[in-house]
């Protein structure tokens, strides 16, 4: 029988932070990753550069059932002190935007980092070592692997959420978590992509590429960033934001014009140039072809001297409360994070252990704590990572 103080199940971005904070405690640790590949969806991360955290990062950045319950861990091990370990491992970066800090290079950087310091911590690790059982034994844990049965005083779940199950995602967390009575909250995907109704997607399609900043709202919640038309439906980072917050059968407004008063402006333009035609005008503060393609949708024609007053507001109304309701979304296939999880009521919001379950402890996605996009997803892997592994 083999036996660890700790095994970790998971081989991404929170078991391999908690298995380098459990190592350097002195912890003989074992990780296991069912894929052939640690650390995936960290090397996928941010468009290849991983934005591994961001600096405003905080508890309002999360959606979960319980608001406060990330505030321990995440003020435990804030945004700084990941920085702090990317510098010390030379790692170049930029803040691209809003806060979002990204490697100037790539993000193999990252997981060299962590897999750097699991190596320093003593960890060990095994691939294509997918768990089969798991039984609490001997006032720890016993599981069957692949190579052969191990026994643990400290099991940790860290096997994320359901999203990009090519990637090697799987619901294994949730089935743990059922197994020893932890309850869950539903879940789906988010920072994920609108699809659109046909009707609708035969108008935008041909935009698809095509990007535009605005404000997508659902009631009070909203995101001022890029939208981009797809083949599908709508992408970019307003969508996958507000992804986060829709339910099927929701309504989007969009505001296709945030920073402009629309209104004032066409009135100025109509005075200035009352022979061009208002889609010509409109081109100037938006991409043509997304200018004529929402003026030929909503029968927006004629020059400018055309337009009285009322009609040149309820032009404006229209680009400034465009509504579109997704036919859905394109699904974990996609989705960046799997939205709820396991109940957070059933866990220690200081060490990440399960409260029916001493020993069993679970970490990043799979808990019901799901970050904005924009390195918050990652700080929380990293925070709910160094919780458990200072006490496992
Ligand atoms: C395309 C993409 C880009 C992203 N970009 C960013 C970004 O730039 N910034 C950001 O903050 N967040 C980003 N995210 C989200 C971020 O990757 C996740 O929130 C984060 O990785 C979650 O960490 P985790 O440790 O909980 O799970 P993961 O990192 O998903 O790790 C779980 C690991 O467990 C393994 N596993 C699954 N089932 C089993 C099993 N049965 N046995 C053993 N191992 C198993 C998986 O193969 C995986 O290696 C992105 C996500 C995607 C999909």
């Given amino acids: 029988m083999q036996q660890y103080d700790v095994v970790i199940i998971g081989g991404g971005a929170s078991g391999l932070m908690c298995a380098a904070a459990a190592g ?41 059932d319980n608001p406060h319950f990330c505030k321990s861990a995440l003020s435990r091990y804030p945004a700084a002190a990941f920085i702090e370990l990317v510098e010390r491992h030379g790692i170049d970066f930029h803040e691209k935007t809003l806060g979002q800090l990204f490697c100037n290079e790539s993000s193999k950087e990252i997981l060299q980092m962590l897999l ?10 095994r691939t294509e070592s997918a768990v089969t059982e798991i039984a609490a034994r001997d006032g720890g844990y016993h599981l069957v692997t692949p190579q052969g049965d191990v026994q643990c005083q400290s099991l940790v779940i860290a096997t994320g959420g359901l999203s990009i199950p090519n990637g090697g995602a799987t619901g294994f967390a949730f089935d743990v978590a059922r197994q020893f009575g932890l309850e869950m909250t539903d879940t789906r995907a988010a920072l994920v992509p609108f699809t659109l109704q046909p009707a609708d997607l035969e108008v935008f399609k041909p935009l698809s590429g095509a990007s535009h900043n605005v404000v997508a709202s659902i009631g009070p919640t909203q995101f001022k960033e890029a939208l981009l038309f797809t083949h599908r439906g709508l992408s970019g980072p307003a969508i996958l934001q507000i992804s986060s917050y829709w339910t099927p059968g929701d309504n989007v407004s969009i505001d296709l014009f945030p920073e402009l008063d629309l209104y004032e402006w066409l009135k100025q333009q109509r005075d200035e140039r009352p022979k061009a035609e208002v889609s010509n005008v409109i081109s100037q503060q938006m991409t043509k072809s997304i200018a004529h393609t929402f003026c030929d949708h909503w029968g927006i024609k004629g020059t400018m001297a055309d337009q009285g007053n009322k009609a040149l507001q309820a032009i404006a109304d229209q680009f400034h409360n465009w509504i579109i309701k997704p036919s859905g979304t394109e699904g974990y296939r996609t989705a960046e994070v799997t939205i709820g999880g396991i109940i957070t009521d059933e866990i220690s919001s200081k060490t990440m252990e399960a409260k029916k379950a001493p020993g069993l402890y679970f970490i990043g996605e799979c808990l019901d704590v799901t970050g904005h996009l924009g390195g918050h997803n990652f700080q929380w892997a990293w925070a709910s990572g160094v919780a458990a592994g200072q006490v496992v």
């Fill in 24 to 64: 350097y405690r002195g912890r003989s640790v074992l990780l296991l990753e069912h894929t052939r590949k640690i650390g995936r969806k960290i090397l996928m991360s941010g468009g290849g550069r991983c934005n591994f955290t961001n600096i405003h990062n905080g508890p309002s950045n999360f959606l979960s």
């Fill in 116 to 125: 750097t310091e699991c190596e320093w911590a003593g960890v060990e690790m």
